[in-house]
């Protein structure tokens, strides 16, 4: 896993690239088989009616999930508490700025799909363009210092459960797939 120090937090992130190609898929037949029997939750991503959030239990539920979770302890030797999906599928989606608590340790965010075919090295920018679908990590201190995070295929993030953030605004007609979770123990770096 690589380690960047972003503000004064630790964010890992790790690109698991084609290998993940056959999780992907499955993850979101999972995902889109989910939205379709249950309704959203009231969470970060539901308070606007272009997206969908499911309940924290997909790792419980789902064997792609859990697969998700083996490759995340095996990298980053943490252990998955629960998970969730979170679908943007239409123009205007977002999720509101939120942490996910003091506690436990970490959270973190993997996506199984890409919003376009476009790739490069840099997975972490200073620079917020308004591009559409962005993680956004915002520092605490100030609102003018922002680490954004395009959303890659196989792309996994994992930052501290207090650290405050959000998805820029959908503009598009993409559906924008992720999995957000918390995790325990500490990370080995």
Known sequence: ????????????????????KELNQRLIKDI???????????RSFSHNECAWQSDTKLNKKYDSFKELGDLIKECSHL??????????????????????????????????HSLDDEYDDTVISTKWNQDE????????????????????????????CSQPHMVAPMVSNKKRYSISFQLYNKINT
Do not use: C
């Not at 679908?133 to 501290?160: A, C, H, M, W, Y």
């Open 1 to 20: 896993m690589k380690l960047e120090k972003q503000f004064y937090t630790s964010v890992f992130t790790k690109n698991f690239g084609d290998s993940n």
């Open 32 to 42: 889109d088989h989910e939205m379709s029997i249950n309704k959203t939750e009231l």
């Open 79 to 112: 252990s998955m508490i629960m998970a969730w999906a979170n679908v943007i599928f239409r123009p205007g989606g977002f999720s509101i700025p939120h942490t996910h608590g003091e506690k436990p340790n970490y959270t973190g965010v993997y996506f199984p």
């Open 133 to 160: 679908g962005t993680l956004v990590l915002l520092d605490k201190t100030s609102v003018n210092r922002v680490r954004v995070i395009k959303p890659r295929e196989s792309l996994l993030v994992l930052f501290p």
